[in-house]
């Protein structure tokens, strides 16, 4: 006795197709979500730090009244950052010019193209200066860095110092490094360093 071969009628062809069309359909509108709400969140983090910027903006103010004056943003207010001494200014510039001047750059401007990844997935060392983002940072991070290198699940080029340079002369780097912003960046820079120590 031969087994019966079932044979698919045109109707259940038919629905096959349709549920892979659906399935196709349902991953593109998956797609299209996923990177609509990528693209927001990127707009999103690019406006705060845009109307940081911009002159009494109400979604991101700063309301303090200048150098050695304490620091408001978004409605809380921190110590006036401390006054950077010129010492440890002078001694984080030859530190700087000695150990990051080659890939961050003399005028702490960053390698060419900063922002346009590597063929093997990393990016080019980041300025140092005021158009950079190491002053969106606080200390503690900026410290982890210099001493134990960049995060790998970044694919971060920047290698370990901590075997180079003691504490001190980390701190003398940064506060050099900081000499060299605009005053809102060191006062969001501080506020952040602050609110890091609070959480």
């Known amino acids: ?20 069309k659906d399935g196709r359909t349902n991953l593109l509108t ?18 705060t730090f845009a109307l940081y910027f911009q002159d009494n ?10 150098a050695g004056q304490p620091v408001t943003i978004n409605g809380v207010t921190v110590p006036p950052p401390p006054t950077l ?11 700087y010019a000695q150990y990051c001047a080659a890939c961050h750059g003399v005028n702490l401007e960053g390698a060419p193209n900063w922002r346009v ?15 950079g983002h190491t002053w969106h940072h606080p200390d503690p991070l900026l410290i982890a860095i210099t001493r134990d290198g960049g995060d790998p699940a970044f694919n971060s080029r920047m290698p ?12 003398a780097i940064l506060t050099f490094i900081k000499s060299r912003w605009g005053e809102k960046e060191r006062q969001y820079q501080w506020w952040i360093t602050v609110m890091n120590r609070k959480n």
């Open 1 to 20: 006795m031969k087994p019966k071969v079932k044979l698919h009628s045109k109707t259940q062809n038919s629905k096959t197709q349709k549920r892979r």
């Open 30 to 47: 998956i797609s299209f979500f996923s990177i609509t709400v990528a693209v927001l969140l990127v707009t999103a983090t690019f406006l």
């Open 57 to 66: 903006s109400p979604a991101f103010r700063d309301d303090s009244s200048g």
């Open 85 to 95: 001494d010129a010492s440890v200014i002078a001694r984080g510039e030859q530190l």
């Open 117 to 131: 990844r590597l063929p093997d997935g990393s990016l080019p060392a980041p300025p140092h200066d005021s158009s």
């Open 160 to 171: 370990a110092f901590g075997d180079q340079l003691t504490d001190n002369e980390i701190d």
